[in-house]
């Protein structure tokens, strides 16, 4: 009788070249080279999402000679070199650490409506004297990304501290792909998603009170 080999450690992993996954079979090596590096991809995103709040909680803005803090962050995180280019990566994160610096935006801030809807912001400020919200997302990948989400979170901005969304101007900014878009929406649009976030909240909670 086999007596299997103990892999306990292994449960809940994936390998890179896994059976499942089995396309692996028909990549040349110019292929698979780009695939082991582009596994890397979520966690070069979470590991520069905390360099960017590090830096904006301790207020220190970044230059372009700072490219060496890129390459250790992502070194002690065991990410390999060739799989991240810190120049890119840095043209896009001194911009929006910089920005968020400038406006007083505090970072890594938990927006909550209910168990069912709530997230976390990038950057966000509130500006009391000028009623002004401004709500900043940095985005590593290179599909462009939505304002649905920067719409969500001001959402639920309004929703979680009882503000007007009439009576704020709201200033929403994504950096990504070396670009810094903006978006000025009108107050409606904002109320729009608020009063989706209440009733799909409540058709969430239905459901679990009918299971």
Same mark, same amino acid.
């Given at each position: ?68 803090? $890129?390459? =250790?962050?992502?070194?002690?995180? !065991?990410?390999?070199? &060739? %799989?991240?280019?810190? /120049?890119?990566?840095?043209?896009? +994160? ?15 801030? $938990?927006? =909550?409506?209910?168990?069912?809807? !709530?997230?976390?912001? &990038? %950057?966000?400020?509130? /500006?009391?004297?000028?009623?002004? +919200? ?23 901005? !309004? ?53």
């Amino acid at each position: 009788m086999i007596i299997w080999n103990n892999h306990e450690k292994l449960k809940g992993t994936h390998a890179f070249l896994s059976a499942s996954g089995y396309h692996w079979l028909n990549w040349d090596n110019e292929t698979l080279i780009k695939r082991f590096y582009s596994q890397y991809a979520a966690e070069i995103g979470t590991c520069i999402h905390q360099l960017a709040s590090d830096c904006i909680k301790s207020r220190m803005k970044l230059h372009s000679r700072d490219k060496h803090l $890129i390459e =250790y962050f992502l070194y002690k995180n !065991f990410i390999p070199y &060739d %799989a991240f280019d810190a /120049d890119d990566i840095l043209e896009n +994160l001194i911009p929006f650490v910089n920005d968020s610096i400038g406006f007083r935006m505090s970072s890594e801030v $938990i927006l =909550y409506y209910n168990d069912f809807c !709530f997230g976390t912001t &990038d %950057a966000i400020s509130v /500006d009391e004297k000028n009623n002004i +919200l401004r709500i900043s997302d940095y985005k590593n990948g290179k599909t462009q990304a939505s304002f649905n989400q920067p719409m969500i979170y001001a959402a639920l901005f !309004f929703l979680e501290y009882k503000q007007d969304p009439y009576k704020y101007t709201t200033e929403l900014r994504i950096y990504q792909n070396h670009e810094t878009l903006k978006l000025i929406p009108e107050p409606g649009e904002i109320k729009e998603i608020m009063d989706l976030i209440v009733t799909k909240s409540n058709l969430v909670k239905s459901i679990i009170e009918r299971s």
